[in-house]
């Protein structure tokens, strides 16, 4: 058996764990889904099921984009709230149609903007009009209120902060009286004006995106966050109020690969 030298093994080591973190980087974190799920219903009966999908940023229909819509028909969720930059173009508003067309017709959804769409002059139009036909209402600064289960859950759908004009009192004029609050708001840092807003509001929840994770971070620190990030990174932040969910999202910006942020989705039982 031919012996290797201390270099020729450190050589291979290094080669074998430099193939290992570009397939982690370029593959697993972004293909491999990590679906996470919280129950913060607090024994409220019956429970209200929702999925969030943030930071599409769809471009072409793939794999996992099927596994994905396959996995929420299996769940069965009452509603499904889309955070966001779903699409970067106008011309992808058509591949976001063929995911969402997979996905149960029944299952009412409600989205938002994210910056992506105002970057990539989304004709917002024809996005809002796509929606409408997988059962979907794009809210800008609106809300709306529904009842399921014999429970009314009020959604409250902001602007982006980046590329348009969140107005979180506009968003809520003439809002119903629910036990169920919940805000879409795609850039985390609005959260802090919607504090200092509404110190009184009784907002069960906040869901936001926009991050990525950071996209790229080691031992869970980002050393680049978008803009609109604020000091928001990823997961939960309920220790303070309002309490709020910041998905790592689904797809990539900028560059195609993601280490230390894998993609996510997020189930919610409220």
Known sequence: MPKFSRRIFIKRV?????????IDAFWFEKYIIDWNYFDISKGTEPKIKTIQISDLHIEKLKSFH????????????????????AVNTTEDIEILYSFLKLIDKTILKYAILGNWEYWGKVDVAQLKTMYAKTNCELL?????????????ISIIGLD????????????KTHLETSNTNIVLSHCPQYRDTI????????????LSGHTHGGQIAFLGYAPVTPVGS???????????????????GIG???????????????EIDL
């Open 14 to 22: 290094s080669l074998a764990i430099t193939a290992l973190l570009v």
């Open 66 to 85: 099927i596994s994905i819509a396959e996995k929420i028909n299996a769940l069965k969720p009452d509603l499904i709230f889309i955070t966001g930059d």
């Open 140 to 152: 800008i600064n609106e809300n709306r209120t529904v009842t399921l289960k014999n429970r009314q």
């Open 160 to 171: 982006d902060l980046i590329g348009g004009t969140p107005n979180y009192n506009i968003a």
């Open 195 to 206: 504090a200092k807003l509404d110190e009184d509001a009784q907002i069960d929840l906040i």
């Open 230 to 248: 604020g000091r928001y990174l990823k997961g939960w932040y309920n220790n303070i109020e309002p309490k709020m969910y910041v998905s790592k």
């Open 252 to 266: 990539t910006s900028l560059y195609p690969i993601r280490f230390g942020a894998r993609a996510e989705m997020v």
